[in-house]
């Protein structure tokens, strides 16, 4: 079946520090890719998404990009802020059911 | 954007009762919904699909007589706990599917969550 691997969590950055966030995928067919967010408290907000390969999702200053050959999505920002600690959920949505299919989730923490 | 909510947003109860959860697409219509759960610091698990005027499809390993499921109107969901037991505390997620948004069919909206505590 499908599934979704991510890097472990916790990640602890420093402001401004580059962050990636490894996710890799095994699924049929030619799955959808999204990051979700999950801030604290909060409920999962859509990050970015990719519907196809070779595309680039982009939002608030993160970027993934749709790497059919290696079976990767991964995140990946220039310059954290302290408001991007929350915790980052890989997923995929297959073409048939149309389900999501999460990752583990990485938490994020960004000390200033 | 578009908005689900959840009510309630937690909820303790007795072994033995059960618990109802509504979920709602606030400002678009849903055919399809999505009930997660989601254990503490773990993934979402999806439970089951949703789908308006019909029976809910239900993952491998759920006991479709344990979590009962309700879509009967294009903006409500509900998934019912029956006999609940202190194995069934977790936080329960549902999502929305808006097949009218310009995203297209992908776009899935969260709920909140509702905590559930079973004593």
């Known amino acids: 079946g499908d599934s979704v691997t991510q890097m472990e969590g916790p990640v602890t950055l420093s402001e401004e520090a580059f962050l990636t966030i490894n996710c890799t995928y095994t699924?049929?067919?030619?799955?959808?890719l999204f990051w979700y967010v999950q801030y604290p408290g909060e409920g999962l907000q859509l990050l970015l998404k990719?519907?196809?390969?070779?595309d680039k999702g982009s939002n608030k200053g993160f970027e993934a990009t749709y790497r059919k050959e290696t079976t990767s999505f991964h995140l990946e920002k220039g310059s954290v802020q302290v408001s991007d600690s929350a915790v980052y959920f890989c997923?995929?949505?297959?073409?048939?059911?149309?389900?999501?299919?999460f990752g583990s989730g990485t938490r994020l923490q960004v000390q200033p | 954007g578009a908005v689900v909510s959840q009510h309630p947003s937690w909820v303790i109860c007795k072994s033995g009762t059960s618990v109802k959860i509504e979920c709602r697409s606030l400002?678009?219509?849903?055919?399809?919904m999505f009930w997660y759960r989601q254990f503490p610091k773990q993934s979402l698990m999806l439970m089951a699909t949703?789908?308006?005027?019909?029976?809910?499809?239900?993952e491998q390993g759920v006991e479709k007589d344990k979590f009962l499921i309700n879509h009967a109107s294009l903006t409500l969901s509900t998934l019912t706990v029956t006999s609940a037991h202190p194995e069934d505390s977790s936080f329960y997620i549902c999502?929305?599917?808006?097949?009218?948004?310009?995203?297209?069919?992908?776009?899935?909206?969260f709920g909140p969550g509702t905590r559930l505590l079973v004593l």
């Open positions: 999502s929305a599917r808006d097949a009218s948004a310009s995203g297209g069919q992908e776009t899935q909206y």
């Open positions: 699924a049929t067919g030619y799955p959808s």
């Open positions: 990719a519907t196809k390969a070779d």
């Open positions: 997923a995929l949505m297959d073409t048939g059911r149309r389900a999501l299919t």
């Open positions: 400002d678009f219509q849903a055919t399809t």
């Open positions: 949703s789908n308006e005027g019909s029976k809910a499809t239900y």
